[in-house]
Each structure stands twice: as C-alpha cells, then as structure tokens.
C-alpha cells in the first residue's frame, strides 16, 4: 500500500513523512535490513494517546452512563482484539514492514503485531498533527465501530448487573428458580427462571445452573434496556421495596 492512501485512510497528511514509515517498521524487518529505527516507541506513545483519545470519545459520547460503565467501554475499544481489528480496517496489515521470518510466521495476522502498528500509526500522528488530529482520527473508527453496540454487550456478569441494577433503586434482590433438570448426568440441560418478588422477569436454559442463570439475567436486563429505561422505580415492577 502507498502512503499516499494509507494518509488517506486515516484522514492526515504527514508533513514529515519519515514518521509513518517508522510506524509501519516492525523491529523483525528493522534488524534483518539494519533499518534506523523500528515502530516500539512509537507504539509505547500510541499506547498512552489511544487510553486518552477513547475515554474522551466514550465521555463525550454516553454522558449518562457510570464510570464503570465507560471503563468497560474504554477497555474494549482498547483491546488487543478491538485495536487489531481497526488495523485491519485500515489495512494496516498489508502495509506493515515485516522481516522474511516474522512473514512466513504469519506475523501480518497476529493480533499482537497488529494492534502495535495501530499504535504505533496514532503515535506518529499525535507527533506530526498534536492530539486534536489524533483524537479526531481515533473518533472516527470508533464512531463507526461502537454506534450499534447496546450497553448489555459489555456486562461480562449478568447476574451482578441485574442485582446492581435494581439495588441502586431500592428494590428487592432478583431470585433464581431452577424450573427443569433434564438428560444424563454427564450432559444435563437446565430451565432456570429469574423473578423479581413474584414477578417472572425471564426464564433462559444452560448445560449447568450457573449457564441458566447468567443467561435469564441477560434476556431480563435485555428485556429492561430494551423499553430505554435509564433509571428504575420501585413503580416499574409492582413489588414491595426492601425493608
């Protein structure tokens, strides 16, 4: 790829051009052909730019969630896996530097070595643009990566969430009733029901009972998120308060 269209792709033109080579410059191609300098401190300083760029993103973006919520938001987007995937968008993995070892090892797939050059690239438009430009540029992909992800897909504990949820609102604790065991013992199936006081929230089945219930208290805050319910009420569930 030329750097003519990777600037392209990432909405800047360098003024020192010398910066965006040494972000595609992987350290196994810098040693086999005595290169100057490899991408690694590039990407130490893409590293701090990126944390920065998306909790300001993610703060901008969802103002009335906790800063919990926009810490489980921020790790994901600055993911190994969400970072390499954005090199991919850029087609970073085609114009990444590579020594003949690293190539035959598959070094332009590894999420590694992507998610470092993506780094490495933010890191040398933070240098040549400032931050502004660099932000903007991060802005960008994550605007259009996060825009249809709903809050649930970031709760990795759905049981905590519910039970959160409704504390924060002075309601009573969610409950779990296993309502079916079926099948060998070595391949059980379970129905598990979560309800609030005697109120049947959801009901969701799993190979043990802690699948089943992780899974009914997803499909409820599903359920809950999906009326847009930002805040809850003793009066959105007909039951009685804590005591």
Do not use: W
Not at 135 to 141: D, G, M, P, V
Not at 188 to 202: H, I, Q
Not at 211 to 236: D, F, N, Y
């Amino acid at each position: 790829m030329k750097l003519e269209d990777l600037e392209k792709k990432i909405g800047h033109v360098f003024k020192d051009k010398t910066l965006l080579e040494k972000a595609l410059t992987h350290s196994s191609y810098a040693y086999e052909t005595q290169a100057d300098k490899d991408n690694e401190l590039l990407e130490f300083l893409g590293d701090s730019v990126v944390g920065l760029a998306a909790a300001d993103f993610f703060y901008s973006a969802y103002p009335d969630l906790t800063e919990g919520e926009l810490s489980k938001f921020k790790s994901t987007a600055t993911s190994t896996l969400s970072l390499s995937e954005l090199a991919r968008k850029l087609k970073l993995d085609k114009a990444i530097l590579l020594g003949r070892g690293e190539e035959k090892s598959g070094g332009r797939k590894k999420k590694t070595i992507l998610a470092d050059v993506f780094e490495a690239v933010v890191g040398a438009v933070y240098i040549d643009g400032g931050f502004e430009t660099a932000k903007a540029f991060l802005s960008r992909l994550l605007s259009s990566s996060f825009k249809p992800i709903r809050r649930e897909f970031f709760i990795n504990n759905y049981k905590s969430a519910l039970q959160e949820m409704f504390q924060k609102s002075d309601l009573l604790s969610p409950t779990y009733e296993t309502l079916t065991e079926k099948g060998p013992a070595h391949q059980k199936t379970f129905v598990v029901e979560v309800r609030l006081g005697d109120r049947s929230l959801a009901k969701a089945k799993g190979r043990s009972k802690k699948i089943a219930e992780q899974q009914a208290a997803q499909k409820a805050l599903k359920s809950i998120l999906g009326r847009k319910m930002k805040v809850l009420t003793p009066e959105t569930f007909i039951v009685e308060k804590k005591p």
